[in-house]
């Protein structure tokens, strides 16, 4: 489904990716693990098209993206949904309606985005919510109604950037229970992570980067602190689109 082919990305000095190739199959729950700096954050906007790759060939669903013109990349990006650490909810905007907007901003139909939001909504556990803004929630919620956010679309694949990051360690358990949950009706998953019991306990494929290369991919991998932690704790870089 995702097919990375010898693909290489600089700046200027610095490696981004060197030479990689690997594919993600549709229906995969992969954790993506690296130091700071390692290419977690060029991988990710690569599959957005939100940078260019100096060589090599992305496959999205059977589209090459490195040849996509500026107009088809919205229609990408409708089949990926992002979910962030530090949530980056619509302060003014309640539960409803910030899950509503990820379809209002597409031109989705009133009808629909009535049917739709409730759905997602359900799905996240936070119905009762759906009259509250994000400073009436707790971390865990914000993270729920996110989460609804980003799958309001059906997206074929879900980003999940540290979502456990500012969570204590029964919620991020609940998110990661969800995020599975979300993986078995049909969305890929990639997730950015640095959370080691959560990487160690899920027993899912790990894609471990490091200087712009795949150091392993394994199916039901582990975290190696040595390998792992080198460096600060990482996260995507800025730039990505909330949606």
Known sequence: MIEYKNVTKTYGANIGLDDVSISIDKGDF????????????????LMLKEIEADSGSIVFDGTEITKMSNRE?????????????????LP?????????????????????IRKQTPQALSLVGISAKA?????????????????ARAIVNNPMVLIADEPTGNLDPDTAWEIMELLEHINTRGATVVMVTHAKDIVNRMGKRVIAIKDGRVTRDERKGAYRPDEDEAGAAGALDGGLPVL
């Open 73 to 89: 990349i919205p229609r990408l990006r409708r089949n990926i949904g992002i979910v962030f650490q530090d949530f980056r909810l």
């Open 92 to 112: 003014r905007k309640t539960v409803y309606e910030n899950v509503a907007f990820a379809m209002e901003i597409i031109h989705v139909s009133q009808r629909f």
């Open 30 to 45: 992969v954790f993506l693990v690296g130091p700071s700096g390692a290419g977690k954050s060029t991988f990710v906007k």
């Open 131 to 147: 009259g509250k803004y994000p400073h009436e929630l707790s971390a865990g919620e914000q993270q729920r109604v996110a989460i």
